[in-house]
């Protein structure tokens, strides 16, 4: 069933404005040897270009789920696509590493607010059924195919032009976009309501403190104290959220969404998933250079072997979707991405080549794209107009939050699979071998949440 056509410019800004985003995130992984040297980056502190980004992106999201429900998801949408815009001009001509890293940290503010809106209009502007499939179809390959023209792109620019050059390519596309939505994207109701402000220092201070301990941990170890402290003050703030929004007239997570048991399950198994595919992209970049000896734009190349099936994958969803159902297709995508992820663990070595790891490559990219889109439809699914701000933080704070604490706890199997002397390019491919086992895991647990979740609805408990 084709797409409306009234609705087509609101799914293209759309679509736009998150390819932007994810863009940006992946865009530096293969630019950061060129960030370090240009700004003088310490190796502990190049972590921070990303993480500074993660930090206030995690911690926010909340926030701005909620703007959007109270405000108008327009008007946020534009703002979040102004503060984006802005500071990636900012980081493009940051003098200093500091400038670099204050600039990130905003442009997370921007992408919190950004981020939510862009699922929310789609989840107002198409209604449950084949449209919606298919919109968050495109929704899903996005997320990933951008994953990978960023790689792509980074790995080319810093080679061949500047590393700055693709936070500048961000204004006349944010300038564009903006101009876009004031024109075809209709202001969404305001509803009345306060803000919950307890709500929302407890979720921005105890998400970021969550986020940063991850972040620390990954650096300085989990029993350093900064890291027990962050941990410790933000699980204890989020359960003061938890404890305030069973008692807050409008709270800024209602938590009757997660009453629904294949919601909560959902958001569950996209936090184990994305801890292990976000492992997958920034350690199989540092396998292709540090190991293979690729330069930044040959293993930029080397991901079209995963984003061309993705995308091919999340073409065929909506189709296949109405046949089988969102659930079996998301159980069978889990499925091949777990397997994928283990040929990758066995494949990976230091005398291995590209067509060694190529299989798994492409069995990700085919597996990411049968997941994706369904893991969204599923977790936004019967999700009233009103709570589909809040419903899209949701997703997207299971999204951050689930990559941010697999990638720690992955780079804590990195350091510790084998002794600190070990080192080369036997080495590396040893401890890459390791977090890709870790990351099977994951997969195991993610694919099992969903497969429970399949059984239940069939059993017509669910």
Same mark, same amino acid.
């Given at each position: 069933?084709?797409?409306?056509?009234?609705?087509?410019?609101?799914?293209?800004?759309?679509?736009?404005? +998150?390819?932007?985003?994810?863009?940006?995130?992946?865009?530096?992984?293969?630019?950061?040897?060129?960030?370090?040297?240009?700004?003088? =980056?310490?190796?502990?502190?190049?972590?921070?270009?990303?993480?500074?980004?993660?930090?206030?992106f995690?911690?926010?999201?909340?926030?701005?789920?909620?703007?959007?429900?109270?405000?108008?998801?327009?008007?946020?949408?534009?703002?979040? /696509?102004?503060?984006?815009?802005?500071?990636?001009?900012?980081i493009?001509? *940051?003098?200093?590493?500091?400038?670099?890293?204050?600039?990130?940290?905003?442009?997370?503010?921007?992408?919190?607010?950004?981020?939510?809106?862009?699922?929310?209009?789609?989840?107002?502007h198409?209604?449950?059924?084949?449209?919606?499939?298919? %919109?968050?179809?495109?929704?899903g390959?996005?997320?990933?195919?951008?994953?990978?023209?960023?790689?792509?792109?980074?790995?080319? @620019?810093?080679?061949?032009?500047?590393?700055?050059?693709?936070?500048?390519?961000?204004?006349?596309?944010?300038?564009?976009?903006?101009?876009?939505?004031?024109? +075809?994207?209709?202001?969404?109701?305001?509803?009345?309501?306060?803000?919950?402000? #307890?709500?929302?220092?407890?979720?921005?201070?105890?998400?970021?403190?969550?986020?940063?301990?991850?972040?620390?941990?990954?650096?300085?170890?989990? &029993?350093?104290?900064?890291?027990? %402290?962050?941990?410790?003050?933000?699980?204890?703030?989020?359960s003061?959220? !938890?404890?305030?929004?069973?008692?807050?007239?409008? #709270?800024?997570?209602?938590?009757?969404?997660?009453?629904?048991?294949?919601?909560?399950?959902? /958001? @569950?198994?996209?936090?184990?998933?994305?801890?292990?595919?976000?492992?997958?992209?920034?350690?199989?970049?540092? =396998?292709?250079?540090?190991? !293979?000896? =690729?330069?930044?734009?040959?293993?930029?190349?080397?991901?079209?072997?995963?984003?061309?099936?993705?995308?091919?994958?999340?073409?065929?969803?909506?189709?296949?979707?109405?046949?089988?159902?969102?659930?079996?297709?998301?159980?069978?995508?889990?499925?091949?991405?777990?397997?994928?992820?283990?040929? &990758? &663990?066995? *494949?990976?070595?230091?005398?291995?080549?590209?067509?060694?790891? *190529?299989?798994?490559?492409?069995? @990700?990219?085919?597996?990411?794209?049968?997941?994706?889109?369904?893991?969204?439809?599923?977790?936004?699914?019967?999700?009233?107009?009103?709570?589909a701000?809040?419903?899209?933080g949701?997703?997207?704070?299971?999204?951050?939050?689930?990559?941010?604490?697999?990638?720690?706890?992955?780079?804590?199997? =990195?350091?510790?699979?084998l002794?600190?002397?070990?080192?080369?390019?036997?080495?590396?491919?040893?401890?890459?071998?390791?977090?890709f086992?870790?990351?099977?895991?994951?997969?195991?647990?993610?694919?099992?949440?969903?497969?429970?979740?399949?059984?239940?609805?069939?059993?017509?408990?669910?």
């Amino acid at each position: 069933m084709p797409i409306a056509k009234d609705r087509l410019p609101i799914l293209y800004l759309v679509l736009a404005s +998150y390819l932007m985003l994810v863009i940006d995130v992946s865009i530096v992984i293969t630019g950061l040897p060129r960030i370090q040297d240009s700004l003088g =980056f310490s190796a502990a502190g190049l972590s921070w270009v990303h993480s500074a980004y993660t930090l206030t992106f995690g911690g926010f999201l909340l926030i701005g789920a909620r703007a959007g429900d109270l405000l108008g998801r327009r008007r946020i949408f534009i703002t979040g /696509l102004w503060i984006f815009t802005l500071t990636s001009v900012v980081i493009a001509l *940051a003098p200093t590493a500091g400038v670099m890293v204050a600039g990130r940290a905003v442009q997370g503010l921007g992408a919190a607010i950004l981020a939510p809106a862009t699922l929310a209009l789609l989840t107002v502007h198409f209604p449950e059924g084949a449209e919606r499939t298919q %919109a968050l179809s495109l929704y899903g390959a996005t997320a990933g195919v951008a994953a990978s023209i960023g790689l792509v792109l980074g790995g080319l @620019l810093a080679d061949w032009v500047s590393w700055r050059a693709g936070f500048f390519l961000n204004l006349p596309v944010g300038l564009a976009l903006i101009a876009g939505a004031r024109r +075809y994207v209709a202001e969404t109701d305001r509803h009345r309501g306060q803000f919950d402000l #307890p709500g929302a220092v407890c979720s921005t201070l105890g998400m970021g403190g969550l986020v940063f301990g991850l972040v620390h941990a990954a650096e300085a170890g989990w &029993m350093q104290s900064l890291t027990i %402290a962050a941990l410790a003050s933000g699980v204890l703030l989020l359960s003061v959220l !938890l404890w305030h929004e069973r008692r807050a007239a409008q #709270p800024i997570m209602p938590l009757a969404l997660f009453a629904d048991r294949s919601r909560s399950g959902a /958001l @569950l198994a996209r936090m184990f998933y994305l801890g292990a595919m976000v492992g997958f992209w920034f350690f199989t970049s540092q =396998f292709l250079q540090g190991s !293979l000896g =690729f330069s930044a734009s040959a293993t930029g190349i080397s991901f079209l072997l995963t984003a061309v099936p993705q995308f091919a994958a999340a073409m065929v969803v909506p189709r296949i979707s109405r046949r089988f159902g969102s659930w079996p297709v998301l159980l069978a995508g889990m499925g091949l991405t777990l397997m994928a992820m283990a040929g &990758m &663990m066995m *494949a990976v070595s230091a005398d291995a080549g590209i067509w060694s790891i *190529a299989a798994p490559m492409v069995g @990700l990219g085919i597996g990411q794209g049968l997941t994706l889109s369904p893991l969204t439809v599923v977790s936004v699914a019967g999700v009233p107009a009103e709570r589909a701000g809040a419903a899209s933080g949701l997703v997207n704070a299971a999204h951050q939050l689930g990559g941010t604490l697999g990638l720690a706890v992955l780079v804590v199997v =990195f350091s510790h699979a084998l002794p600190p002397e070990a080192t080369g390019h036997t080495a590396l491919a040893q401890r890459i071998g390791a977090v890709f086992a870790a990351g099977t895991v994951l997969l195991m647990l993610a694919t099992g949440v969903i497969g429970i979740l399949v059984l239940l609805r069939r059993t017509g408990r669910g």
